[in-house]
């Protein structure tokens, strides 16, 4: 798992690649953003990181 301070960062940026796709491409990419986001998400849920408490 990546750490808690990684874990922001890279979502931003794999929020910034979906939309660059989404224009690109025309991919609706929220179930696959979804999909990527979802080990943070629960990783989250067990381990709450420092900015989401």
């Given at each position: 798992m990546l750490p808690s301070f990684l874990v922001l960062p890279s979502s931003i940026i794999l929020l910034q690649l979906s939309l660059l796709l989404l224009n690109?491409?025309?991919v609706p990419l929220l179930?696959?953003?979804l999909l990527l986001l979802l080990p943070?998400?629960?990783h989250a849920s067990y381990e709450p990181f420092p900015f989401l408490t």
């Open positions: 690109v491409f025309h179930p696959v953003l943070f998400l629960l």
